[in-house]
């Protein structure tokens, strides 16, 4: 738009001059070596402009003469660069495809058109060409020409650095993210895995620099910055409470502080404010902690707070939890096992029950059985619990990636990866109720189930065969599948099928169910015992 305006201005500009120039005529005389030309300065103005004209037409081809060459030497460039590229675009394509006699053929192609040492992509698709091919040793060789050329450098340091991942350099994979965090820290691939390298390796003041300097690079968010520092900030406390406890209170108060629901964190405070002599301080962290996440580490650490405590004390301070926690299974697993620590047998029955309403699991039944084992001594109701023990659910632990820890930790030993373990049931057993214990007996296992039955004089009194005085023993052989254990919901009755009288005699260590609900003289298992009656250990 604006071009035409200038152009009509100027066509505008000259009619107005050459009207001026009718309106105004004159006569232009010129004498030169005794000649003489006289015409109106019309016709003057007219000629000079011809003149100018043919001048600059003249510049122009003098010069078109001599760029000549230069401009068809450049097409011919142009287009051979042109087809360069091309087979270059062409290359990259194929190798996201996975075509590697494509890609070859376009790298070949395009080293030819173009000139390679100037050209850093050709050399990016010959390394990927050769990842794509297998010859991992000439990808890395390229990688490695690459890293030689500075625009080139963080892009070899992050080819070599995943080569050496795929074959598990950690040493090596650590040594090239380190170089280029140093070239850009702003790299979320090269600070993340220098982040992880330093936390697997016990840096955790390296790492909590990394994360600080992420954190002001906006690599992180607020949040994650925040629970990611509480993490490292508690396994620094963990490491340093026994050489040193200062550090680890400051570390420990801090991770607590940044993940009041991180129970790690309020344990390792507390433990730290513990060997300081702080009791009432350790124990408001772990009581803060408790409020928000009940958890049996806190339990066992606001417990055992002070090694000198009686078991009554020990009771008091777990009674103290359940207070602040009613109606929680941790809560009142942590008053069952003070309660049996101070042989108070029915307080500790009762909140084994109430856990188990509340939440069944494996280890409560388990209490029940160590609770019946040290009040009444009743075999049969040991195994009767340790029975539903097998069939309830696992409890939680501490999980990340599939892997089970006894302990947290900072980092997943599979994967690397901060902050991955959860507190939950392992996926192992998060499958439906009784799928990975109990199934329908074909015919075939019929017999594998079945215990031999009891011989005249065999058992006592109470139905437990005699010699067996540890409930180890009874687990052992509810392991080995020699008896079935029932599952109702009161524990009532364990069911024990007859085996034939040639194979009784190869079984006479096996134990024979003791409940009151078994019936010795009965050849075949109930239908509804034997539907529920196999089970596997884990």
């Given at each position: 738009?604006?071009?035409?305006?200038?152009?009509?201005?100027?066509?505008?500009?000259?009619?107005?001059?050459f009207a001026w120039l009718a309106d105004n005529p004159g006569?232009?005389?010129?004498?030169?070596?005794?000649?003489?030309?006289?015409?109106?300065?019309?016709?003057?103005?007219?000629?000079?402009?011809?003149?100018?004209?043919?001048?600059?037409?003249?510049?122009?081809?003098?010069?078109?003469?001599?760029?000549?060459?230069?401009?068809?030497?450049?097409?011919?460039?142009?287009?051979?660069?042109?087809?360069?590229?091309?087979?270059?675009?062409?290359?990259?394509?194929?190798?996201?495809?996975?075509?590697?006699?494509?890609?070859?053929?376009?790298?070949?192609?395009?080293?030819?058109?173009?000139?390679?040492?100037?050209?850093?992509?050709?050399?990016?698709?010959?390394?990927?060409?050769?990842?794509?091919?297998?010859?991992?040793?000439?990808?890395?060789?390229?990688?490695?020409?690459?890293?030689?050329?500075?625009?080139?450098?963080?892009?070899?340091?992050?080819?070599?650095?995943?080569?050496?991942?795929?074959?598990?350099?950690?040493?090596?994979?650590?040594?090239?993210?380190?170089?280029?965090?140093?070239?850009?820290?702003?790299?979320?691939?090269?600070?993340?895995?220098?982040?992880?390298?330093?936390?697997?390796?016990?840096?955790?003041?390296?790492?909590?620099?990394?994360?600080?300097?992420?954190?002001?690079?906006?690599?992180?968010?607020?949040?994650?910055?925040?629970?990611?520092?509480?993490?490292?900030?508690?396994?620094?406390?963990?490491?340093?409470?026994?050489?040193?406890?200062?550090?680890?209170?400051?570390a420990g108060l801090e991770a607590h502080k940044l993940a009041?629901?991180?129970?790690?964190?309020?344990?390792?405070?507390?433990?730290?404010?513990?060997?300081?002599?702080e009791l009432r301080r350790g124990s408001k962290v772990l009581?803060?902690?408790?409020?928000?996440?009940?958890?049996?580490?806190?339990?066992?650490?606001?417990?055992?707070?002070?090694?000198?405590?009686?078991?009554?004390?020990?009771?008091?301070?777990?009674?103290?939890?359940?207070?602040?926690?009613?109606?929680?299974?941790?809560?009142?697993?942590?008053?069952?096992?003070?309660?049996?620590?101070?042989?108070?047998?029915?307080?500790?029955?009762?909140?084994?029950?109430?856990?188990?309403?509340?939440?069944?699991?494996?280890?409560?039944?388990?209490?029940?059985?160590?609770?019946?084992?040290?009040?009444?001594?009743?075999?049969?109701?040991?195994?009767?619990?340790?029975?539903?023990?097998?069939?309830?659910?696992?409890?939680?632990?501490?999980?990340?990636?599939?892997?089970?820890?006894?302990?947290?930790?900072?980092?997943?030993?599979?994967?690397?990866?901060?902050?991955?373990?959860?507190?939950?049931?392992?996926?192992?057993?998060?499958?439906?109720?009784?799928?990975?214990?109990?199934?329908?007996?074909?015919?075939?296992?019929?017999?594998?189930?079945?215990?031999?039955?009891?011989?005249?004089?065999?058992?006592?009194?109470?139905?437990?065969?005699?010699?067996?005085?540890?409930?180890?023993?009874?687990?052992?052989?509810?392991?080995?599948?020699?008896?079935?254990?029932?599952?109702?919901?009161?524990?009532?009755?364990?069911?024990?099928?007859?085996?034939?009288?040639?194979?009784?005699?190869?079984?006479?260590?096996?134990?024979?169910?003791?409940?009151?609900?078994?019936?010795?003289?009965?050849?075949?298992?109930?239908?509804?015992?034997?539907?529920?009656?196999?089970?596997?250990?884990?």
């Amino acid at each position: 738009m604006l071009r035409i305006l200038a152009f009509f201005l100027l066509v505008l500009a000259l009619a107005l001059g050459f009207a001026w120039l009718a309106d105004n005529p004159g006569q232009i005389a010129l004498d030169w070596q005794g000649a003489s030309v006289q015409t109106s300065v019309m016709v003057f103005v007219i000629v000079e402009i011809a003149v100018l004209v043919a001048v600059v037409a003249l510049v122009w081809l003098v010069r078109l003469f001599f760029k000549t060459p230069d401009a068809i030497s450049g097409w011919f460039s142009g287009r051979r660069r042109d087809r360069g590229y091309k087979a270059l675009s062409d290359g990259i394509l194929a190798v996201g495809a996975g075509d590697a006699v494509l890609a070859r053929q376009m790298t070949k192609r395009s080293q030819k058109l173009l000139d390679g040492r100037r050209e850093p992509l050709i050399r990016f698709l010959d390394a990927q060409t050769a990842m794509i091919e297998g010859d991992h040793a000439r990808a890395r060789a390229a990688f490695e020409g690459m890293e030689q050329q500075p625009e080139t450098r963080l892009l070899a340091l992050r080819g070599l650095y995943l080569e050496a991942e795929r074959l598990n350099d950690d040493a090596a994979a650590r040594h090239y993210a380190e170089q280029a965090a140093r070239l850009a820290p702003h790299l979320p691939w090269a600070g993340g895995a220098v982040l992880e390298s330093k936390a697997i390796a016990g840096d955790y003041d390296g790492a909590l620099a990394i994360l600080e300097a992420q954190r002001e690079s906006r690599l992180v968010d607020r949040s994650e910055s925040r629970r990611l520092r509480a993490v490292l900030l508690t396994a620094k406390a963990n490491a340093a409470t026994d050489g040193n406890p200062a550090v680890a209170r400051a570390a420990g108060l801090e991770a607590h502080k940044l993940a009041p629901d991180l129970p790690p964190a309020a344990v390792a405070a507390a433990r730290a404010l513990f060997r300081q002599g702080e009791l009432r301080r350790g124990s408001k962290v772990l009581e803060k902690s408790w409020t928000q996440t009940p958890h049996p580490d806190i339990a066992a650490a606001y417990v055992n707070a002070r090694p000198g405590d009686s078991v009554s004390d020990r009771l008091a301070r777990a009674k103290t939890l359940q207070s602040l926690r009613p109606n929680n299974v941790e809560s009142s697993l942590a008053v069952a096992h003070a309660a049996l620590d101070a042989q108070e047998f029915a307080l500790a029955r009762e909140e084994a029950l109430a856990a188990a309403r509340l939440e069944p699991r494996e280890s409560i039944y388990l209490l029940l059985a160590d609770i019946e084992d040290a009040d009444t001594g009743n075999e049969g109701k040991v195994r009767e619990w340790m029975g539903q023990a097998i069939r309830a659910p696992r409890d939680p632990a501490w999980t990340a990636d599939g892997y089970v820890a006894e302990e947290w930790a900072p980092v997943s030993p599979v994967s690397g990866r901060i902050d991955a373990f959860q507190w939950k049931v392992p996926v192992a057993r998060l499958a439906a109720p009784g799928a990975l214990i109990e199934a329908e007996p074909s015919d075939d296992d019929t017999a594998l189930v079945a215990a031999a039955p009891l011989e005249p004089g065999q058992a006592g009194e109470d139905g437990a065969p005699r010699g067996q005085t540890s409930r180890a023993d009874t687990a052992v052989s509810d392991a080995g599948g020699a008896a079935t254990v029932g599952n109702g919901a009161s524990g009532h009755g364990s069911t024990s099928d007859h085996s034939d009288p040639s194979r009784a005699e190869e079984s006479d260590e096996r134990p024979a169910p003791d409940d009151p609900g078994v019936k010795s003289g009965s050849g075949a298992m109930p239908a509804d015992a034997a539907s529920g009656s196999r089970f596997r250990l884990f």
